[in-house]
């Protein structure tokens, strides 16, 4: 693959020579472009040492003579001939202020030039204090990219250079390599689904100040998110309880307990062609929680009951051909559990994972688990919540492309041939 990585000036352009690294690793060829901003953090000699290529830095750099005048092809426009040749258009860190340009169409230096002539994908990966993420200003240019079919890899939360805590960290250059490289692979080929997916935990008040919960950070749910809208789908995200930021282009719906959620769900369903349950749903709430809050005793009995089982209920009120996956989350027994609820729930797919431990499961980026359907099973290695997002979407994929005949209603099939070698044991 040939990609072309604009770096613009912020302190995350450090992250940029480890992402040059990263995409030359997995085999990519690199051409990088820096803004004069992206100069003052980093110089041109790191990114042409890992790149194995000069840097491009000005639109008035001089073009290698022998092809700058080609009486075949005309004169040589460097930042024409750059988006000719390449697969790809990154910008990591993506500025606020280079979001903008981009949404407005500018094209007063060299990368914001190359922006406006590429016609090949493009992704950006922003960076920048919370407030400027936050801005209405810079969320509609985000909006406007993406409606412009830029693939946007949201920022982290944590501590930002300006000593903040909050969203704006530029996302690890593994996570944006993973976006590349499943960009570069698989272009559109969820386009035309419906894709609803719940993320993160509900809360169920004990009173007017404390809830039973759970520690879901909503990371798996949104990478599943952020893959599908990659892959071309429409995804309507409910999310319950998350903090970070909501991967841009969705429809999105936020909810706190687990009757809000299955409100949600249900509406929504009529327009989800795929359903993906990867919130942690409270299986109790509270009785009769206090509207006041309690004042502090040695103990405190809760009556606790059960809260409906929404995935049973998507199940039996799916549309034909919607297909359901239902997330298991287990600290052992983890295939024994996975299909004994593939079996209860009636899903077409359950996604076991291990969350007994630190570094898989909840809160962490990594996830590792296995892929259960009626007539299989596939071992999810740990990765990136990101990747394994990738994986499932593509088994749902490989679902749908068996069970789809044109013009008829859509049979499930079960055993899809394209997934993976069965992991058996
Ligand atoms: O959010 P992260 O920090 O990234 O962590 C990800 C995760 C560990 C939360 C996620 O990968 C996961 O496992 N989600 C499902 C958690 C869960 O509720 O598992 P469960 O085994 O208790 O429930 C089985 C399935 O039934 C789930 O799809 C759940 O959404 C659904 N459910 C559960 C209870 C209920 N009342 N209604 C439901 O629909």
Redesign the pocket.
Request: net charge positive; proline share 3%.
């Given at each position: 693959m040939k990609i072309l990585l604009g770096v613009c000036g912020g302190i995350a352009a450090y992250k940029s020579a480890e992402l040059t690294r990263e995409l030359r690793r997995r085999g990519a060829t690199v051409q990088v472009i820096m803004t004069a901003n992206a100069e003052r953090f980093v110089t041109p000699l790191t990114f042409a040492a890992l790149s194995g290529q000069q840097v491009m830095t000005s639109l008035w750099q001089p073009v290698n003579s022998d092809v700058a005048t080609d009486e075949a092809h005309g004169f040589d426009i460097e930042h024409i001939r750059v988006t000719q040749d390449a697969d790809l258009l990154v910008i990591a860190p993506a500025t606020a202020n280079f979001i903008a340009t981009m949404a407005h169409g500018f094209s007063d230096d060299l990368l914001s030039s190359v922006c406006l002539a590429a016609k090949m994908p493009i992704i950006i990966a922003p960076a920048m204090n919370s407030n400027m993420w936050s801005h209405p200003a810079t969320q509609s240019n985000l909006v406007t990219l993406r409606q412009r079919n830029v693939h946007i890899v949201a920022p982290g939360s944590g501590e930002l250079a300006c000593g903040m805590v909050g969203d704006g960290r530029m996302a690890e250059p593994m996570q944006i390599a993973d976006h590349v490289f499943e960009l570069g692979q698989r272009t559109s080929d969820l386009a035309g689904e419906t894709i609803l997916i719940?993320?993160?935990?509900t809360r169920e008040p004990i009173d007017a100040v404390r809830y039973v919960g759970n520690?879901?950070?909503?990371?798996?749910?949104f990478a599943l998110a952020e893959s599908a809208l990659a892959r071309g789908a429409k995804v309507i995200l409910i999310s319950a309880s998350t903090a970070i930021p909501v991967p841009v282009g969705c429809d999105h719906l936020r909810v706190t307990t687990?009757s809000e959620l299955e409100q949600q769900v249900l509406t929504q369903l009529d327009r989800a062609s795929m359903v993906i349950?990867?919130?942690?749903?409270?299986?109790y709430r509270v009785v009769s929680p206090a509207t006041r809050k309690l004042k502090k005793q040695a103990s405190l009995t809760l009556e606790l009951t059960q809260?409906?089982?929404?995935?049973r209920q998507v199940v039996q009120a799916r549309a034909a051909g919607t297909l359901v996956v239902?997330?298991?989350?287990?600290t052992e027994n983890i295939l024994e559990e996975g299909r004994r609820?593939l079996r209860e729930?009636g899903v077409d797919m359950i996604?076991a994972?291990d969350?007994s431990g630190s570094d898989t499961?909840?809160?962490s980026d990594d996830?590792a688990g296995v892929i259960l359907w009626e007539g299989g099973e596939v071992r999810l290695h740990r990765a990136s919540?990101r990747s394994m997002a990738g994986r499932i979407l593509d088994h749902l994929h490989g679902v749908r492309k068996e069970s789809v005949t044109p013009g008829t209603d859509v049979p499930l099939a079960r055993s899809p041939s394209s997934l993976d070698p069965i992991f058996s044991g």
């Open positions: 719940t993320a993160g935990g520690r879901s950070s909503g990371k798996m749910g687990a349950m990867a919130a942690a749903v409270s299986d809260t409906p089982d929404i995935l239902g997330f298991a989350a287990e609820k729930k996604v994972n969350v499961g909840f809160e996830n919540k």
